[in-house]
């Protein structure tokens, strides 16, 4: 089975990436890049380029979005409404946000990955039982090092890395997230639990710019085969 795929910020840093890997991915058709008017004449897309929202979800089976918050709930309203999936890779800054997502995906499937390498989607998938095992006497911290033209602070990587380690421990507030932007650097992630006698320090660092064609490709499968809810990619690597 052919999956078409449209991408809605297929002009953005992590939107190239993720068209460029899309438009070599057997048994995909990316059949568009989504983008705001002022990006129509831009290059760089393997597909063509369009600005009508509705249009590009008519003609898709799921929707791919790497834009911003407003943006990704107004299209995953449009797609609710059209019966569409929608994969998330956008940063969802509050929790607020998130179950907007969450209310959303009563009428469709919708898979946030925050983070589509499969090292960090299965670091998520661990660390809620590793916070439930340490509890209380260990403090729980977040550290992300990222380059310094990042826009979106903290990123969508430590968001989900704090939300797992406050549902593993049962706290009223996920953990303190401190961001440090510098240089060039594609990524680095710590998840730190500091006792009284020890530290644990899991670190995902990210070495390549490249997309991991296989965690997309079953993020879109999950999509086409799941009824609606909202799912998050350590569920699809976990299968």
């Known amino acids: 089975m052919t999956i078409k795929v449209a991408l809605s910020g297929a002009m953005g840093r992590m939107g190239r990436r993720v068209g460029a890997a899309l438009a070599g991915m057997e048994g995909v058709n990316f059949t568009c890049g989504l983008v705001r008017l002022s990006c129509l004449a831009a290059d760089g897309c393997a597909a063509p380029l369009v600005d009508d929202a509705q249009a590009a979800i008519d003609h ?19 797609c609710a409404a059209a019966g569409r999936p929608v994969f998330v890779g956008t940063t969802m800054r509050t929790e607020a946000e998130l179950d907007t997502l969450r209310k959303i995906a009563v009428d469709i499937p919708i898979l946030c990955g925050p983070n589509v390498t499969r090292g960090a989607a299965t670091l998520f998938g661990i660390l809620e039982e590793l916070a ?38 049962g706290d009223d507030a996920p953990p303190e997230i401190v961001t440090v932007l510098a240089g060039g650097t594609y990524g680095t992630h710590e ?47 976990a299968e």
């Open 60 to 78: 898709c089976d799921v929707l791919m979005d790497f834009t911003d918050v407003d943006r990704t709930l107004e299209l995953s309203r449009l």
């Open 132 to 169: 439930r095992r340490l509890g209380p006497d260990y403090d729980a911290k977040v550290l992300g090092l990222h380059h310094r033209a990042k826009k979106e602070v903290p990123s969508g990587t430590s968001g989900e890395i704090a939300r797992r380690i406050r549902t593993g421990r």
């Open 191 to 237: 998840a730190l639990f500091a006792g009284p006698n020890d530290e644990i320090r899991i670190t995902h660092t990210v070495t390549r710019p490249d997309i991991d064609i296989s965690v997309l490709r079953a993020g879109l499968d999950w999509l086409m085969t799941k009824p609606a809810g909202f799912y998050g990619i350590s569920e699809v690597l």
